[in-house]
């Protein structure tokens, strides 16, 4: 017989399986829901050889007193490399007991195939171009960007003589559709406005067929997070980028994510480009590591009420 913490661990298991099928859209799949059975293909972008695939049993006692039942399945891993990748995983359901940790086991495991890319390309010379897309504004990189216009390392702005600070993720396209994701950090409603009225001075984000938007700025005096999000026309983004940023646990920010469609209908693949552009430019500010670490000391997560404004 079910019983109420059962009842509430269902429910917060549907709302993380919501968000984690938002976030990875087509690479995440229910196999038998009335299980609780999913699975989550992890693939290297840069070599198709070195992908996984992870398989899921949510228990009924899960989160608060089991942590889901997994099976990871790949050609590549040693036998070695298995062990570590599941003792990761078992490390921060132990650090996060009472917690929903499916997107932390998956970005555990993706890290984990980054390196084993990493490793196979370390003694390869290459000389790498980064091209401006017309769609967008220059991406910028880790390596030296003397030639780049907008630098994350030096946070430069969009204008000169504006007051907030808008960092530019780097655009991609895919099917004809780029997508370009725009970070400032916020303390207040005001300053979102600000933000987005600098942004949009630019033509071609003003011009792209969709800003989806999405902000969270903790209220230290009301102890609660005050949020809100914007679709601009792509119906439901907004809310699914917002369901991001709170997943995440960050706090103090907005986020913009341009699209400039292509005339190729991309179908729910657009929700997972839209939140996995806003991902990277996340975690590329050192925002997703701080509020992790964060999150393990017991400070921040779960920390406040959330009140969206309108």
């Not at 509430?8 to 009335?34: P, W």
């Not at 980054?114 to 991406?139: L, M, R, S, W």
């Amino acid at each position: 017989m079910a019983t109420s913490k059962d009842d509430e661990n269902l429910v917060r298991q549907c709302e993380e399986v919501e968000a984690l099928s938002a976030i990875y859209g087509e690479d995440f799949a229910s196999i038998d829901e009335s299980s609780r059975m999913y699975e989550i293909r992890i693939k290297s972008e840069n070599d198709p050889l070195y992908s996984l695939t992870m398989q899921l049993l949510l228990p009924p006692q899960y989160p608060s007193q089991a942590p889901p039942v997994f099976e990871i399945h790949s050609v590549w891993m040693t036998s070695v490399e298995m062990r570590e990748a599941m003792e990761g995983l078992y490390d921060i359901y132990k650090e996060n007991q009472g917690e929903i940790v499916l997107y932390q086991w998956v970005e555990k495991l993706r890290e984990m195939v980054d390196e084993k890319v990493k490793e196979k390309q370390k003694e390869e010379t290459t000389h790498t171009v980064y091209p401006t897309d017309d769609k967008g504004f220059e991406a910028t990189t880790s390596k030296d960007n003397s030639g780049s216009k907008f630098d994350y390392n030096s946070k430069n702005v969009l204008d000169a003589s504006s007051s907030i600070e808008i960092i530019h993720g780097e655009p991609f396209t895919e099917r004809k559709s780029t997508f370009q994701s725009h970070l400032a950090f916020v303390t207040k409603e005001a300053e979102v406005r600000e933000m987005l009225h600098e942004l949009k001075l630019n033509k071609k984000v003003a011009h792209a067929t969709h800003n989806i938007m999405a902000y969270r700025i903790y209220n230290e005096e009301r102890d609660a997070f005050i949020q809100d999000c914007d679709d601009d026309g792509e119906s439901a983004a907004g809310s699914r980028l917002l369901h991001l940023l709170e997943i995440l646990q960050v706090k103090n920010v907005v986020v913009v994510v341009s699209r400039w469609y292509g005339g190729i209908l991309l179908g729910p693949d657009r929700f997972k480009h839209i939140n996995n552009s806003a991902r990277e430019l996340i975690k590329s500010v050192g925002l997703l590591d701080k509020e992790v670490d964060e999150g393990k000391g017991g400070k921040t997560k779960g920390k406040g009420k959330s009140k969206k404004h309108k």
